[in-house]
T-cell receptor
Framework: NAGVTQTPKFQVLKTGQSMTLQCAQD?????MYWYRQDPGMGLRLIYY???????DKGEVPNGYNVSRLNKREFSLRLESAAPSQTSVYFC??????????FGSGTQLSVL | GDSVTQMEGPVTLSEEAFLTINCTYT??????LFWYVQYPGEGLQLLLK?????DKGSNKGFEATYRKETTSFHLEKGSVQVSDSAVYFC??????????FGKGNQVVVIP
């Protein structure tokens, strides 16, 4: 069982560069999420998608865009990376919004 | 808005010691409450949950009781092992398929 798969696992960007984080789930879940994890800040919701075709902002959406490509895939795009976006990014999915299944994370450094 | 607050700072303890991690919540109504665990290098995974007042969630020797009168959901384990070293997050469900996470507590168990 693959569960939630995120790519890449590690990425280093220069300020101003763009990149897309990919996420796919094979559990047929309706809801998908992008979180960032920073020391002392816990997990903060960036964007989420309650179902295919819908996306909504979370707590910290500035500087990010998302695409719910289909039921399986939910990507996160940084158009112009900034050092403040250095973080560990987690994708998650759920069916009912209570039990989330997380990917193993992407460690992003913006220099 | 609905939120959870976890005790400050990491927790370091010896193997077979008793573990308590405090969590209090602020919410309108009585949301479902959760503890998630993150092992090194992995995403979060659900450890236990409670859906109403006085419910006790339990899993892998961990327990937490939903206390309406003190708005708390403290995590306990009677005898920790080195393998319990991880980061523990308290969370509550605040509707629309979303969870609010606490900042997490690093637990280090020394042999």
């Amino acid at each position: 069982n693959a569960g939630v798969t995120q790519t890449p696992k590690f990425q280093v960007l220069k300020t101003g560069q763009s990149m897309t984080l990919q996420c796919a789930q094979d559990m047929n879940h309706n809801s998908m999420y992008w979180y960032r994890q920073d020391p002392g800040m816990g997990l903060r919701l960036i964007y989420y998608s309650a179902s295919e075709g819908t996306t909504d902002k979370g707590e910290v959406p500035n500087g990010y865009n998302v695409s719910r490509l289909n039921k399986r895939e939910f990507s996160l795009r940084l158009e112009s990376a900034a050092p403040s976006q250095t973080s560990v990014y987690f994708c998650a999915s759920s069916e009912l919004g209570e039990k989330l299944f997380f990917g193993s994370g992407t460690q992003l450094s913006v220099l | 808005g609905d939120s959870v607050t976890q005790m400050e700072g990491p927790v370091t303890l010896s193997e077979e010691a008793f573990l308590t991690i405090n969590c209090t919540y602020t919410a309108t109504g009585y949301p479902s409450l959760f503890w998630y665990v993150q092992y090194p290098g992995e995403g979060l995974q659900l450890l236990l949950k409670a859906t109403k007042a006085d419910d006790k969630g339990s899993n892998k020797g961990f327990e937490a009781t939903y206390r309406k009168e003190t708005t708390s959901f403290h995590l306990e384990k009677g005898s920790v092992q080195v393998s319990d070293s991880a980061v523990y997050f308290c969370a509550l469900y605040y509707g629309n398929n979303r969870l609010a996470f606490g900042k997490g507590n690093q637990v280090v168990v020394i042999p």
